[in-house]
């Protein structure tokens, strides 16, 4: 559930007292790490998606299919928001999955060498939410810490990866 006890903020005579609880912190990590992927993998996959050509509908079918479930696990996420545990790794890994073999399902729009970098780093996204699965125990997901890390990687994401592929790809179509 959302359900969290509102902020405490007491204003003294010197200074504003504000009490942030960890659950606090982790709520609000968790709730900008999934709006900034979301945003991110649909403004990427939809771009993409309409890129397909109409004489393929097959692909397009696909393609529309792999958006609709990542849609779901994205849906199912917002609702782990807050309350940190396997289940909401297992979310994740299902997006990253997903978002891993979307490459495959595009097929022609993007050249073999995009799509290999895009898989290798579906991969190695994939590989660090199994080693937290089986190197982390569950009662740690709930620590701020976690929660910061997974947020940073996602800024990292906004502001290196993406910038970096959006320059490659607008590189490439100059090229061609």
């Not at 992927?37 to 393929?56: D, F, H, Q």
């Not at 309350?83 to 994740?92: A, C, E, G, K, T």
């Not at 073999?101 to 995009?114: E, K, M, Q, W, Y």
């Not at 990866?161 to 490439?172: D, N, V």
């Amino acid at each position: 559930t959302l359900d969290r006890s509102p902020l405490d903020v007491t204003f003294h005579a010197g200074s504003p007292d504000i009490n942030v609880t960890s659950q606090q912190i982790v709520l609000i990590c968790q709730l900008l790490a999934m709006l900034i992927w979301m945003g991110l993998y649909y403004i990427n996959n939809v771009r993409i998606y309409l890129l397909i050509p109409e004489a393929k509908p097959f692909r397009r079918k696909v393609t529309h299919v792999v958006l609709t479930v990542a849609l779901a696990q994205f849906y199912f996420l917002g609702a782990t928001i807050g309350s940190p545990s396997v289940n909401q790794l297992l979310l994740i890994l299902g997006i990253l999955v997903t978002d891993a073999v979307f490459p495959l399902v595009i097929g022609a729009v993007r050249s073999r060498r995009t799509r290999f970098i895009w898989v290798v780093r579906g991969s190695a996204q994939t590989a660090f939410v199994l080693w937290i699965l089986l190197f982390v125990p569950a009662s740690h997901y709930g620590q701020v810490r976690w929660s910061v890390i997974m947020l940073l990687l996602v800024l990292v994401q906004l502001m290196v990866i993406a910038p970096l592929e959006s320059h490659y790809m607008r590189k490439r179509n100059r090229l061609a």
